[in-house]
């Protein structure tokens, strides 16, 4: 570790990974969007596509400052740190930024599970349905939406959610 110098995660909106790649990459920040490539067949045409690994991550490497905080936090798309203290970003080990980079350059398939398995209890964080409690359906990767199931008077309402507004209960 060179002067503290460090990984940090940071949680995007969905579908900001490359915006704020490119602005982070612009203030001249060492970042890491790690992605993988995608068959995409529509009804016309086959495409490869280049998808982020962790679908609403990027990963910084810099010493952390206060004036870094508030320069990272003003990039588009920013949700949050990575960390159980929203002040604080937690450093992520280098050897674990280096295993993902050891698994993408293994030119082998790869593809993100979002860790969620249908049932999961979710709660919304953001949003006016901020605070209710839901159950995990299905990913939609298309849309890099989340659908949810949420119990209101003895009915089942389905909701698409992005992956910064909930977290696993």
């Known amino acids: 570790m060179k002067n503290n110098v460090q990984w940090y995660g940071i949680r995007l909106k969905s579908n900001f990974e490359f ?66 203290d929203p002040q604080k ?13 050891t698994l993408i350059g293994s030119g082998l398939p790869l593809h993100c599970n979002n860790g969620l398995v249908a049932g999961d209890a979710l709660k919304v964080l953001e949003g006016p349905l901020a605070g209710i409690v839901g159950k995990y359906i299905a990913e939609d990767e298309k849309k890099g939406k989340f659908h949810v199931n949420i119990e209101f008077m003895n009915r089942s309402i389905e909701v698409e959610l992005e992956q910064y507004m909930f977290e696993k209960v």
């Open 19 to 84: 915006k704020a790649l490119e602005i982070l990459q612009q203030k001249e920040y060492e970042v890491f969007l790690p992605t993988y490539k995608k068959k995409s067949i529509r009804r016309d045409r086959k495409k490869i596509l280049t998808r982020p690994l962790f679908s609403g991550y990027i990963f910084v490497h810099c010493k952390m400052s206060h004036e870094k905080k508030i320069d990272i936090f003003k990039t588009s798309g920013f949700y949050s740190f990575l960390g159980t």
């Open 89 to 101: 970003p937690a450093p992520i080990p280098d050897a674990e930024i280096n295993k993902i980079k």
